[in-house]
Nanobody, 125 residues
Framework: QVPLVESGGGLVQPGGSLRLSCTGSGRTFITSAIAWFRQAPGKEREFVAAISQGGTVRDYADSVKGRFAISRDNAETTVTLRMNRLEPEDTAVYYC??????????????????WGPGTQVTVSS
C-alpha cells in the first residue's frame, strides 16, 4: 500500500499559479514513480506529469509543457506540481498516483496502482 494525499487545490484566476502537493509515507513511496493526472467534468482522466524514483527524469503532457513543473523531495516523501499561467481548460480534479513496478529512470504515463482522493483546481475569473 502507498497511501497518498493531495493538497493545494483551489480557485485561481486565469494566468495565475497554484502549487499542488502529494504526500506519501514509507519506503515504497520513495521507490515509486509518482505522477499527476486530472479529470475534468464529462471528460476522461488524463495524464499531466510524472517523475522517476530519484527525480532525475520528468515527463509532461503537451498541454502543460512549459507551464507546469513536477519535483520531489524523498526526505519529505512529497511530490510537488507547480502550475503557472493557468487556463480555464486546466480546471479539473487533480490526482497523484504511485507506480511501484518501475525501474530506475522511468517516469511512465500509465500503470499506476495507488491513487489519492484528489484535489479540485478551478481556473475562473
Amino acid at each position: 500500500q502507498v497511501p497518498l494525499v493531495e493538497s493545494g487545490g483551489g480557485l485561481v484566476q486565469p494566468g495565475g499559479s497554484l502549487r499542488l502537493s502529494c504526500t506519501g509515507s514509507g519506503r515504497t513511496f520513495i521507490t515509486s514513480a509518482i505522477a499527476w493526472f486530472r479529470q475534468a467534468p464529462g471528460k476522461e482522466r488524463e495524464f499531466v506529469a510524472a517523475i522517476s524514483q530519484g527525480g532525475t527524469v520528468r515527463d509532461y503532457a503537451d498541454s502543460v509543457k512549459g507551464r507546469f513543473a513536477i519535483s520531489r523531495d524523498n526526505a519529505e516523501t512529497t511530490v510537488t506540481l507547480r502550475m503557472n499561467r493557468l487556463e480555464p481548460e486546466d480546471t479539473a480534479v487533480y490526482y497523484c498516483a504511485a507506480r511501484t513496478r518501475v525501474v530506475s529512470g522511468m517516469a511512465p504515463r500509465s500503470g499506476y496502482e495507488y491513487w489519492g482522493p484528489g484535489t479540485q483546481v478551478t481556473v475562473s475569473s
